[in-house]
C-alpha cells in the first residue's frame, strides 16, 4: 500500500476559518488532516454546489458544517488525492492510502460520486487517536461490554462472526477486541486490510503477505475481511485452524453468512465452525431539545402495524434547533446484538436462504436484534419511524 510522509505542519485553525486565502489544493488536504487529528474527527464530508463546497463533519456527535467558497474543490481534491495515492478514480471506485502527517499515521479511504451538482467526496480519515483500544473507550453500553467479555470467555473454539453496515463501527471494535485477548502469554495473529493500530503480542499481518504463513501455533485468529474477498486466504484458515473472528462488511448477520457461502466457502463448513455472531449498527437519536409529539399519518400507522408497534406509542419529530445545527438528531448511540449459533442457526446456515437464515437469528435474539432494540427506541419517542423502513 501506497505510504506518503507529508511536510510536518503545526496545528492549524479549525477547517477553512480563513476562507479567502484560498489555499491550493494541498493545503486543503492538509487542513483536513489537521481536523482529522486535532478534532478527533473520523468522516469528512464535501459537497460540491454550483459555486461553492458545503464540507460536513461530525465533532464529539455534533455536526459542523462549513462553506468554502470555490466552485472547483473538489476536482482539485481529488487531482490531489490522485497525485498522492499513485492511483486514480477512473480505474477504481475508491482511493486507499496511508499518509505521516505531523509525525501521526493515517489511513486514507476516498470516495467520490457524481452528483446534479457537480461531486460529492467523502474521506474516511484513520489514526491511532481516534481508534479505541479498550471496549469502555467504545459508546456500547456497560451491559453489551460485558455481554462481549463473557462470551470471550466462555467460547475458546470455532468461528465468530462479527457484521455491520458501516466500516466505522468495524474498526472501532476490531482493535478493543485484539486488545481484550491479548495477555502475556497470548499467540494471537491478526491479518489486516491495513494495520490502523498497533497492538503489542499481536502479530499483525497485511492480508496481502498472509499466503503461506503458518498460524497453526496461534490461540486466536483474527481477520479483518471488510475490503478484501480472498476466499482462499479464509478457506485456508477455517481449515487450519478452528478458532477464528472474522470482520466482514454487511447488513446482518444473515446477510455476511451469505457472503461467505457466496464466495465458495463451504456451507456445512461454516454451519460446523459458527459459534457466535456480533451485529453493530448506529441509532441516529432525535434531538430531545427540539422533539414535538405528533399523531401518526396513514402511511405511519400502516409502518406501525407492519412493525407491530403500539398504536398508542409517543412519536415524536424533531424539526431542528441551534443546540443540533438544525440538524434534528442527537446522539448517536451503538446497537449491538449478540447470539450463539444455535442447531437451529446452523441448519439454516446449510439452506443458504438469506431469508431462513434471518428467521432462525429472529427467533434466537428475541427482544435482543437490532431491529428489536429501534422499535423499542421508536417507541419511547426517541427515534424516528422512518428507521424502520
Not at 122 to 140: F, K, R, S
Not at 352 to 370: E, G, P, V
Not at 371 to 385: C, D, F, P, V, W
Request: charged share 20%; with cysteine.
Amino acid at each position: 500500500m501506497h505510504k506518503t510522509n507529508m511536510a510536518a505542519q503545526a496545528p492549524a485553525e479549525p477547517f477553512y476559518a480563513r476562507n479567502d486565502e484560498s489555499p491550493d489544493a494541498a493545503s486543503h488536504f492538509h487542513q483536513l488532516l489537521d481536523d482529522a487529528i486535532d478534532q478527533k474527527v473520523r468522516t469528512i464530508h464535501l459537497q460540491q454546489e454550483t459555486a461553492f463546497c458545503r464540507v460536513r463533519k461530525r465533532i464529539k456527535g455534533k455536526l459542523d458544517e462549513a462553506r468554502v467558497d470555490s466552485p472547483t474543490l473538489i476536482s482539485e481534491l481529488i487531482a490531489e488525492l490522485e497525485k498522492i495515492s499513485s492511483s486514480t478514480f477512473g480505474t477504481i471506485d475508491t482511493l486507499t492510502f496511508d499518509v505521516v502527517h505531523r509525525n501521526v499515521e493515517c489511513h486514507i479511504v476516498c470516495q467520490s460520486c457524481p452528483t446534479t451538482t457537480g461531486m460529492a467526496l467523502t474521506l474516511e480519515i484513520n489514526h491511532p487517536t481516534n481508534i479505541p483500544e479498550i471496549l469502555e473507550q467504545t459508546t456500547l453500553k456497560a451491559e453489551s461490554i460485558d455481554n462481549i467479555r463473557q462470551r470471550l470467555n466462555s467460547h475458546t473454539d470455532g468461528l465468530t462472526i462479527v457484521s455491520s453496515p458501516s466500516c466505522d463501527l468495524l474498526c472501532d471494535l476490531y482493535y478493543p477486541l485484539l486488545g481484550e485477548l491479548q495477555t502475556l502469554d497470548s499467540r494471537i495473529v491478526s491479518f489486516e486490510s491495513s494495520t490502523r493500530k498497533h497492538i503489542p503480542r499481536v502479530s499483525q499481518i497485511s492480508v496481502d503477505h498472509a499466503h503461506g504463513m503458518p498460524v497453526t501455533d496461534a490461540d486466536h485468529v483474527f481477520i479483518d475481511w471488510q475490503r478484501s474477498r480472498d476466499t482462499t486466504l479464509l478457506n485456508t484458515l477455517l481449515n487450519q485452524y478452528s478458532t477464528a473472528t472474522v470482520f466482514i462488511q454487511a447488513t446482518n448477520s444473515a446477510s455476511a453468512i451469505r457472503q461467505l457461502t457466496d464466495l465458495a466457502i463451504s456451507e456445512r463448513q461454516l454451519a460446523t465452525n459458527l459459534t457466535t455472531c456480533i451485529e453493530l449498527d448506529h441509532a441516529h437519536l432525535i434531538c430531545p431539545h427540539c422533539a414535538e409529539a405528533h399523531n401518526p399519518n396513514g402511511s405511519e400507522i400502516r409502518i406501525m402495524e407492519q412493525h407491530r408497534i403500539k398504536a398508542n406509542s409517543t412519536l415524536n419529530y424533531a424539526p431542528g434547533c441551534d443546540r443540533c445545527n438544525y440538524t434534528g438528531i442527537g446522539e448517536h448511540r451503538l446497537l449491538l446484538s449478540l447470539c450463539s449459533a444455535s442447531d437451529a442457526i446452523r441448519l439454516s446456515v446449510e439452506t443458504r436462504s438469506t431469508d431462513a437464515i434471518a428467521k432462525s437469528f429472529d427467533s434466537a435474539l428475541k427482544k435482543q436484534s437490532i431491529r428489536e432494540q429501534r422499535k423499542r427506541l421508536i417507541s419511547a419517542g426517541q427515534m424516528n419511524l422512518q428507521a424502520l423502513k
